[in-house]
């Protein structure tokens, strides 16, 4: 990557979704991208469905289509551990 400042958040972050052309919200919300690191990811994942629904309705979209699947396809459960409770997670 070229900033080395994101560098700390990506070192969990399996490479598969680091690939061109990033997917930042599977990349968010996969429990091997950064949802570990969301301390409030219920409500990041509740926002985000809400978005991609609103602008589905405006603009069907396949990419969009598959970003609003993997918003509703990965649960809390998906991601373990509470984010709150790690203290190997970096910190701004």
Known sequence: MANRAIDPFLANVAPDLLRPP????????????FAPQIVNLAEVRSLLR???????ATAPD????ADAESAAYFTMSDVGADAR???DLPTA
């Open 50 to 56: 809400t978005r991609i629904a609103r602008q589905l």
């Open 22 to 33: 990033i997917d930042m919200v599977r990349l968010g919300l996969d429990p091997r991208g």
């Open 85 to 87: 409770s790690r203290t």
């Open 62 to 65: 396949p990419e969009l289509t």
